[in-house]
């Protein structure tokens, strides 16, 4: 079983740049999203207003928790990636004119 981190991006600083890698990026779906977190996730949520819409959304509990990420091959990572603007402070619903893309990251 794979370790599934939830974040809201993606650097190449999560990536050992000492050796080749590919990465396979792959939009998902809402439902594809909470199936492969159904087992469990580490959440990499870096503010706290992102955890709570992102919370909202999939419906289970979701941390604001600054980690540093580093991805190996037993690693999914979904990027929950905000597209709009910045969420207004305060938030905990998605705003007029925001939606949220997920992204599945695996080291391929």
Do not use: C
């Not at 190449?12 to 594809?32: A, F, H, T, W, Y």
């Not at 419906?59 to 604001?64: I, P, T």
């Amino acid at each position: 079983m794979k370790n599934v981190i939830l974040s809201n991006a993606f650097s190449l600083q999560m990536l050992d740049l000492e050796e080749m890698q590919d990465v396979r990026i792959k939009p998902i779906s809402l439902n594809v999203t909470k199936i492969i977190m159904s087992n469990g996730f580490v959440s990499a949520i870096g503010h706290q207003d992102t955890a709570n819409v992102i919370s909202n959304m999939l419906g289970v509990q979701v941390d604001n928790n600054r980690i540093n990420v580093s991805l190996n091959y037993d690693t999914i990572l979904i990027v929950a990636q905000i597209v709009g603007g910045r969420l207004p402070e305060g938030s905990t619903e998605l705003p007029d004119g925001f939606n949220i893309k997920f992204v599945k990251v695996e080291l391929g």
